[in-house]
């Protein structure tokens, strides 16, 4: 069973403070490694994707993988009140089709 | 990415009772997919819908509770059949465009039973 594990926070940073959120996963398989966002009362909004080891820069997102130590992150640059919301870490099943997801680290962005 | 709708948004339904959430894509898409969301808690599949299979479910999700029907490329229904309290949730949909396995959720269902 894959396992998909996230600190729940809250992780509270200051406006146009970086912020750096964390996910391990079980499955060494693992191909597929996403970031959505979450606002209270709405649904997942998909941030990013990432497949391939390093870095990749999408505005003031970066995601990093690292398949060797199983670890993927999100990180936030000037981060922003807007940007409060819960991240869920996601990656795919073993079918390659659907996602199985963590439990989401809530952000808190202070202005 | 695909724009998606799900009727009822929200709903108050009585224990024993059974409800029929539909998911509506603005284009065809092969792979559909229903989530539950509990209060407090992350997304858990629920099962995989694809047109003109079966639909497979996840460990812990059986058909009868939760029959689906993928009658088309653009359409999906969720039953959630002889509810309980602790079928109160947000159900969602999400498809795969084709786009190296992205998933884009719809707006979700917010279920309450009493």
């Known amino acids: 069973q894959k396992e998909v594990e996230q600190n729940s926070g809250p992780l509270s940073v200051p406006e146009g403070a970086i912020a750096s959120l964390n996910c391990t996963y079980s499955?060494?398989?693992?191909?597929?490694f996403f970031w959505y966002r979450q606002y209270s009362g709405k649904s997942p909004e998909l941030i990013m994707f990432?497949?391939?080891?390093g870095d990749k820069e999408d505005g003031r997102f970066t995601a990093q993988l690292n398949k060797a130590s199983q670890y993927v992150s999100l990180l936030i640059r000037d981060s922003q009140p807007s940007d409060s919301a819960t991240y869920l870490c996601?990656?795919?099943?073993?079918?390659?089709?659907?996602?199985?997801f963590g439990k989401g680290t809530t952000l808190s962005v202070s202005s | 990415s695909a724009v998606i709708s799900q009727k009822p948004s929200r709903d108050i339904c009585q224990r024993g009772t059974s409800l029929t959430i539909q998911c509506q894509v603005d284009?065809?898409?092969?792979?559909m997919f229903w989530y539950r969301q509990q209060p407090g808690q992350s997304l858990t599949l629920i099962a995989t819908?694809?047109?003109?299979?079966?639909?497979?479910?996840e460990s812990g999700f059986v058909i009868d509770k939760f029959p689906i029907s993928r009658p088309n490329l653009t359409f999906s229904t969720l039953t959630v059949s002889n509810m309980s309290p602790e079928d109160s949730s947000i159900y969602l949909c999400?498809?795969?465009?084709?786009?190296?396995?992205?998933?884009?959720f719809g707006p979700g269902t917010r279920l309450t039973v009493l």
């Open positions: 819908a694809n047109q003109g299979s079966e639909a497979t479910y």
């Open positions: 990432i497949y391939s080891n």
């Open positions: 499955d060494r398989g693992s191909q597929s």
């Open positions: 996601a990656v795919n099943n073993q079918a390659g089709t659907a996602l199985i």
């Open positions: 999400s498809v795969d465009p084709g786009q190296g396995h992205t998933q884009y």
């Open positions: 284009s065809q898409v092969t792979m």
